[in-house]
Structures are given as C-alpha cells and as structure tokens.
Nanobody
Framework: VQLVASGGGLVQPGGSLRLSCAAS????????MSWIRQAPGQEMEWVSG????????EYADSAKGRFTISRNNAKNTVDLQMTDLKSEDTARYYC????????????RGQGTQVTVSS
C-alpha cells in the first residue's frame, strides 16, 4: 500500500487549498477512503470519508460546510478541497484506506503539511 499526499502549504485564514492523494498497491476502486489529520501535540483526527462510488460521503463536524472530498477511480486519487481555512485546521494531513472508526490503525504515507496562519 502506498499513499502519497500532496497539495499542502501555507495559507492565510479564510483561504483555500486542495489536497490530493495518489494511491497504489491495492484495488482503489473497492476501497473506502478517508482523510485524517494530526496537529502538533494532538491525537490523530478523522476528517472525511468517501465510499467506493462517491455516493457515501461523510464529514467530521469540523469539516462540514468547508471541506469537500472527491475521488477519481480511474486515476486512483482522492482529493480534499478545503475552503474557509482556520488556524485550527493546521495539521499534517494523510489519506488512508479506512473508515471513521478504524483510521488510527491504518497505513498512511508521509502526509502533507497544511499551515493556516497570517
């Protein structure tokens, strides 16, 4: 399993970023995928998840109305569009093949850093 996240960076509060994750080593089209994040000194947090056909979509309360998850099964990618970013969104973001209830044990790649600061 290989998961390569990209798209992070430094953004001002209220700004937007689009994260992307390229997956390989498993049958992506049959996998429920999630984005998770970890802020310094804090536990890993589940952010959003997406079913195999993009019909089942779930968000943590902190992400609802601001983040949009999507996937492209032809390209084996899962994206996270983030808008109206806040300082509390600062974290390292990872994509995982996992649900909201088992993400802590999931294999994850190096992630991508998102820093929201003025």
């Amino acid at each position: 399993v290989q998961l390569v996240a990209s798209g992070g960076g430094l953004v001002q509060p209220g700004g937007s970023l689009r994260l992307s994750c390229a997956a390989s080593g498993f049958t992506f089209s049959t996998a429920y995928m999630s984005w998770i994040r970890q802020a310094p000194g804090q536990e890993m947090e589940w952010v959003s998840g997406l079913g195999t056909r993009g019909i089942v979509v779930e968000y943590a309360d902190s992400a609802k109305g601001r983040f949009t998850i999507s996937r492209n099964n032809a390209k084996n990618t899962v994206d996270l569009q983030m808008t109206d970013l806040k300082s509390e969104d600062t974290a390292r973001y990872y994509c995982v093949r996992a649900y909201s209830w088992n993400y802590k044990a999931a294999v994850r790649g190096q992630g991508t850093q998102v820093t929201v600061s003025s």
